[in-house]
Every structure is written in C-alpha cells, then in structure tokens.
C-alpha cells in the first residue's frame, strides 16, 4: 500500500529537549562556631583601645601641651579614616589573592600597626625628650609630633582591622542567617568586654606599679598608668588576633575559582562582578544619585545625631576634670592632681555607661515594641539625648557653686574634690547616656536596610 505523501504523516516528531539550566551552587557551608568566636573576640582587644583613646587621650594631649581647642582636630582622623581606610580595605581584601587568604593578612597588618602605634603614643614624651624636648616646660613640640604620628596611625590601623574582621565573620557564617546573627552578636559582645575592660583600666589609678619601668623622667603617674594601660591592649590585641589567625584557616582566593570562604568550604562565584568590578567609589556615587527622599532624611539625621554624640565622646573625661572637679591640666601639682582625679572618675563614668549599652542594645526589639516601632524610639532617645548635654550645662554650674577649697601650710588654697551628690549626677549622667548611645549604634543602621529595599540605596 502506498502511502500519500500529501497527507500529514500521523507519527509523532521528536524534537530535542532544552538543555536543563545548570545546577544553582550550593550555598557556602558555614564554619563551626567556635571559629567565629575566635575572630569575633579580636573585637574585644580593638575596643579596648578604642575605649582608652577616648578616655585618656583628650586630657593626654593637653598634658603635653596641645591647646584644648585643636584636641578636636586631632580626633577628626578617627571619621576621615573610616571614611577612606576601610571602603579601600574592604575592597582590596575582597579581591586578595594571597596564600594566606583573603582577610587574615589584612588583619595581621592591622594588628602590628596598632602595636606601633601603641607604643608611639605611648613614648611620645619619652621619644620627645631624648629629642631634645624640655621636662619641666609645656608644650613640648617634639612629644606632640610623636603623639600625632602614632595617633593617625593608631585610628588607621584599627579602621584598617576592623572591616576585615567583620568580613571573615560573615565567610565564616556563609549561607546561615542565623549563624550570621550570632557573629554580629558575639561582635557587638566583645566590643562590649573591650570597652568595660578598656574604661576599668583607665579608671585604676595604681595600674603603673605592675610596670615599673612606664614612670621615667619624662612620665609622671598619669602617664606612666597610660603606658600600662596601652601594654595591656597590646598584649590583648596581639594574643587573640594571633590565637584567631593561627585556629581559622582561609583557601586562597581567585577570580577563576570565585570566592573561598573561610572554613572548611568553597563559596562559587556568583556572577561576572568578581572579574570585572566597578570601583568601590564609583558604586557609592552612582547609588547615591538614586536615593529617595526617606534614606537621605535618615542619613541627614543621623548626621545631626552624630554631631550632638561627638562633643560628649571627645570631651567626656576632660569635662569631668576640668568643669567638674575643677583641676588644670596645665596648672599647680595640686590642680594637675584633681584633674587626674576627675580623669578617673570619668572613665569610671563610662564603664558604667558601657554596662548600661549592652543591656539596652539586648532589649531594644522589646523598647521598639513598647513605644510603638523604631523610628519612634530613635526620636524618644534623640530627645533623651539632648535632655542629658543640657544636664552637662546644669551639672558644671553645680559643681562650681559647691566648689572647695582648702588651706595647706603657708596659706596656700588646695582645690577639693566636689561634693557626693554632684559627682553621683555626673556618674549618672555617664550611665544614662548608654541608653541612647545603644539605640544609635543600632537603629539606624536597621533603618538604613530597610530602607534600601525601596529608596535604590544600592
């Protein structure tokens, strides 16, 4: 039987099938816990310095001569530093090719370079004297040189530990959202310890007698107990970034092979952005050319917050010797005396302000909800703060109403410390400030994710 071929043929036409879309990677495997514990308590050994800077080192620069008004322009380098060394960091580190891994070397790096800077602080009028710089006399020029150097240093090198850190533990987390919860956590734990540790340490007066050696010619009590004090940080900081480095291990990275994390697994490369990257700087401007108008009023806010926090940080020690206990840096043995006296109590201030920071930061979802949401809360605790810079006003009129005086041998006047009760308002002040001082180190930052969902912040 023939068959026509006009008619269609009735057997069924196989066609080739799409070829399946590639197995999406698997997500990176988070590394163990005890491993972001390793790298989260570096954190501890960064903030304890951080909390000695800003207790000790205001009054410090005055005690070699620096004019009060050009401390401030001296700590202008922790905010251009941050702003510049660690986006530069960040970047670099992501695309590290080292044998070492992409994070450890940088860390490595910072850490000796906060160790000279340490040390430089440190010496600086002991450097400054076998310079050529007078004992006795204020200001003493080759000191200040010294402390500025190491100074800069010091807040580049931490700018330049911290983002590396903070990006292993993220590696080290990879796909686990809860697991990255926890590192933010332990991060912020330890920043704590840091500070609590870093504030009791400068508040301790007999610190200098367990290094005998910090008190020459050149140093007397307060500043051989800020040499102590600066050892100790070296030590911390060198032993757990030592510890953290040697325990968690990184595979090196390529761009071929795409991201390594850092552990025991490989993260795959998600895309061409890795080969081919637009500059750090250039993301920042093109995102912010798309932000809408509820991310630029968090950033402008949180400007105007920032402006309110920085005199009280940069200030708060040097307040309480100066305007509360009424000592002068650069005044009689008997004035230098009560101004160190005031030095410790405000450092002693701001570990109770530390204590109160961390319980608050634990409960802020529980405020939130108790008030009404976040952005309320932010606004209560803006007007708590401005509340608490007017007392500062109040506290400083007090103290000088109640101000003491005693006569010593030869009718000379000693200045006394102030009275219980305005030192127990200035300690409550300190402790009161941790409320909103928690509230923005966090809620603006949460803000600021949620608004980048909707206002293009990229």
């Known amino acids: 039987m023939e ?39 570096i954190a501890a050994g960064i903030q304890f310095g951080w909390a000695l800077q800003l207790s000790l080192l205001t009054p410090y620069v005055q005690l070699l ?14 905010p251009i ?21 992409r994070r450890r070397p940088f860390i490595a790096g910072g850490a000796l370079a906060v160790a000279v800077a340490v040390f430089l602080i440190g010496y600086a009028a002991d450097l400054g004297q076998l310079s050529g710089d007078p004992v006795a006399k204020s200001p003493k020029p080759r000191a200040i040189a010294v402390f500025v150097v190491g100074f800069w240093i010091l807040d580049v090198a931490n700018n330049m530990l911290q983002g590396p850190c903070r990006a292993l533990l993220a590696d080290l987390s990879g796909a686990n959202q809860k697991k990255t919860r926890i590192a933010n956590a332990l991060y912020s734990f330890f920043m704590a310890v840091g500070n609590v ?6 508040s301790y007066t007999h610190l200098y007698k367990i290094f005998p050696f910090t008190k020459t010619k050149a140093c007397d009590v307060y500043r051989a107990n800020l040499k102590s004090c600066f050892f100790i940080s070296i030590v911390l900081l060198l032993t757990l970034t030592v510890l953290a480095l040697i325990y968690v291990r990184e595979k090196p990275w390529s761009p071929e092979r795409g991201n390594t994390a850092a552990g025991d697994e490989e993260e795959e490369d998600e895309g061409a952005s890795e080969s081919s990257p637009m ?118 009129k007090m103290a000088e109403s109640h101000r003491r005086f005693a006569t010593v041998g030869g009718g000379a006047t000693v200045p006394l410390p102030p009275p219980g009760d305005v030192k127990a308002g200035a300690l409550a002040l300190f402790a009161v400030m941790g409320v909103p001082q928690a509230i923005t180190y966090s809620i603006p930052f949460a803000l600021a994710s949620i608004f980048c969902n909707t206002a293009g912040a990229g």
Request: glycine share 10%.
């Open 197 to 202: 540790l870093g504030f009791a340490a400068g």
């Open 279 to 396: 500059p750090f700087f250039s993301e920042i401007f093109a995102s912010l050319k798309n932000l809408r108008k509820p991310m630029w009023t968090l950033l402008l806010v949180t400007c105007l917050n920032w402006v309110a926090w920085f005199p009280f940080l940069l200030f708060d020690t040097d307040w309480m010797g100066r305007e509360v206990y009424g000592g002068d840096s650069n005044g009689n043995p008997d004035q230098v005396r009560l101004y160190d006296r005031g030095v410790r109590a405000g450092a002693l201030g701001l570990m109770l302000n530390s204590v109160v920071l961390g319980f608050t930061s634990l409960g802020v979802e529980v405020l939130a909800r108790a008030v009404g949401g976040v952005k309320r809360l932010w606004g209560i605790v803006n007007f708590i703060l401005s509340f608490c810079l007017f007392m500062t006003i109040l506290i400083t």
């Open 81 to 101: 530093s941050g702003m510049l060394v660690q986006p530069i960091v960040g970047y670099h580190s992501d695309r590290c090719t080292s044998r070492f891994g």
């Open 65 to 78: 001569g620096i004019p009060h008004t050009w401390a401030a322009f001296i700590w202008l380098c922790g």
């Open 3 to 41: 068959t026509d071929p006009t008619k269609e043929s009735k057997l069924p036409s196989f066609e080739p099938l799409p070829t399946p879309p590639p197995l999406a990677p698997p997500p990176p495997a988070s590394s163990k816990l005890r491993k972001i514990v390793m790298v989260a308590s």
